[in-house]
């Protein structure tokens, strides 16, 4: 019972530098998140997927790219990290809209810090 | 856009006191209002929603109620406990009829309750 899966935990990267978070869910849910926590500025959602094959941008999508590959697994990108991309990412999912009963289920998160 | 604004950003209280917690939202369209608890070092979790055609919603300590026409929403917690010391946020739906299917979130709440 895995729920939502985020790995890695922890990351430090250099500027510059690019990786790849990954999130996985064993629900068979159909839409899933990704967001970034910022002290003072709650969670902010970054880029989504409503489906298999779609990804869609978010409030703030620049610097971060998304693939959805298969319907269990998430995956976000970062081409050439930032100062400004340090930041505790979670990743959620979703069996379908809100207003229909599908409230989210959060992952543990991914600090990511960039020097 | 939907907008969030979420009040107090910290609120201490003494074990047994109640504590509140008021969102305000900006598109009278927003339909459904989760609230979200954040434990140290972990992913957010759903504690409560509610959907607008509701006013009210309780479940043992916690409550939710909904003004649509001021576009506010609380949070409610009696007889606090050491162990409701988290982060709160709140979240509002915006549902317009597509494949849209997106939570906004306020900023937080760090919720202390003192023994």
């Known amino acids: 019972n895995a729920g939502v899966t985020q790995t890695p935990k922890f990351r430090v990267l250099k500027t510059g530098q690019s990786m790849t978070l990954l999130c996985a869910q064993d629900?068979?849910?159909?839409?899933m998140y990704w967001y970034r926590q910022d002290p003072g500025m709650g969670l902010r959602l970054i880029h989504y997927s409503v489906g298999e094959g779609t990804t869609a941008k978010g409030e703030v999508p620049d610097g971060y790219n998304v693939s959805r590959l298969k319907k269990q697994n998430f995956l976000l990108g970062l081409e050439s990290a930032a100062p400004s991309q340090t930041s505790v990412y979670f990743c959620?999912?979703?069996?379908?809209?809100?207003?229909?009963?599908?409230?989210?289920?959060f992952g543990s998160g991914t600090r990511l810090t960039v020097v | 856009g939907e907008n969030v604004e979420q009040h107090p950003s910290t609120l201490s209280v003494q074990e047994g006191d109640s504590a509140v917690i008021k969102c305000t939202y900006s598109d009278s369209a927003s339909n459904y209002f989760p609230w979200y608890k954040q434990e140290l070092g972990k992913g957010p979790q759903l504690i409560i929603d509610?959907?607008?055609?509701?006013g009210e919603k309780k479940d043992q300590r916690i409550a939710v109620t909904l003004n649509k026409t001021a576009k506010h929403f609380s949070l409610h917690i009696t007889e606090t406990q050491p162990e409701d010391s988290a982060v709160y946020f709140c979240?509002?739906?915006?549902?317009?009829?597509?494949?849209?299917?997106?939570?906004?979130f306020g900023t937080g709440t760090l919720l202390a309750v003192q023994p």
């Open positions: 629900m068979n849910h159909e839409y």
């Open positions: 959620a999912s979703s069996r379908s809209l809100p207003i229909h009963g599908g409230g989210y289920t």
């Open positions: 979240a509002a739906s915006l549902f317009d009829g597509g494949a849209t299917n997106k939570l906004i």
């Open positions: 509610i959907r607008s055609n509701v």
